[in-house]
């Protein structure tokens, strides 16, 4: 079994932001692979795909952003799953809009839920997917810009990146981290492939605990 921990915060008011990327690629493949709904342990929603003789566990921590490591701390413990066998998704500020990187270790790059999963697991040495959302506006807040919605064109743009980064966990999980990396880290990002343009939206949900 492996695992795969897509990030963000829980709650209606955050889907469709920028920091919960990561859960929207485990519903890409859960909802492809026909997976049971989810069940909640371990401060987490998990359910099971199976993807060529592979059983995959998708794992979605409830513990908002900044203490995701928790949660995934007490499935790896439980599924006594080794640190190979993790695959981390979550949004990244750094990497142009629709970009994918997927790296086999690492520092968190200011991503907190990412740190706090290497402090909770005493290591930075697994496997993550970066999903780029670029930077924010002129002196728009970091974390008030990962709580915000997309615009039209970049939801569109980013909607082709989910479906392509719940690929490249498919690739992972089937070829091996080095074959996944030749093959997302050389690609363009999405809004490249469809000449669409980004924009910026200011339609945000209510502030919460979490960036």
């Not at 859960?23 to 069940?39: C, G, M, S």
């Not at 566990?57 to 499935?75: D, E, K, W, Y």
């Not at 050389?186 to 949900?205: H, I, L, M, R």
Request: with cysteine.
């Amino acid at each position: 079994m492996k695992i795969v921990v897509g990030l963000g915060n829980p709650g209606a008011k955050y889907d469709g932001t920028r920091h919960n990327v990561g859960f929207d690629v485990l519903d890409t493949l859960a909802q492809k692979y026909l997976a049971d709904p989810p069940r909640s342990k371990f401060e987490a929603e998990m359910t099971e795909v199976s993807i060529g003789g592979e059983r995959l566990l998708l794992v979605a921590p409830q513990t908002f952003m900044n203490l995701s490591g928790r949660a995934i701390r007490q499935v790896m413990d439980f599924y006594k799953l080794e640190i190979d066998d993790l695959l981390l998704v979550c949004d990244d500020l750094n990497l142009e809009h629709g970009r994918l990187r997927l790296r086999a270790s690492g520092s968190a790059g200011g991503q907190k839920g990412l740190q706090n999963t290497i402090d909770q697991l005493g290591t930075q040495k697994f496997a993550r997917l970066r999903i780029g959302i670029g930077r924010p506006p002129g002196r728009m807040d970091a974390a008030a810009y990962v709580l915000k919605r997309f615009s039209a064109a970049d939801r569109e743009t980013m909607d082709v990146t989910i479906r392509e980064a719940a690929d490249a966990v498919v690739l992972w999980a089937t070829q091996g981290i080095q074959q996944a990396m030749n093959t997302i880290n050389a690609s363009p990002p999405a809004d490249e492939k469809s000449s669409t343009g980004t924009g910026t939206s200011e339609e945000s949900p209510n502030e919460g605990n979490s960036d």
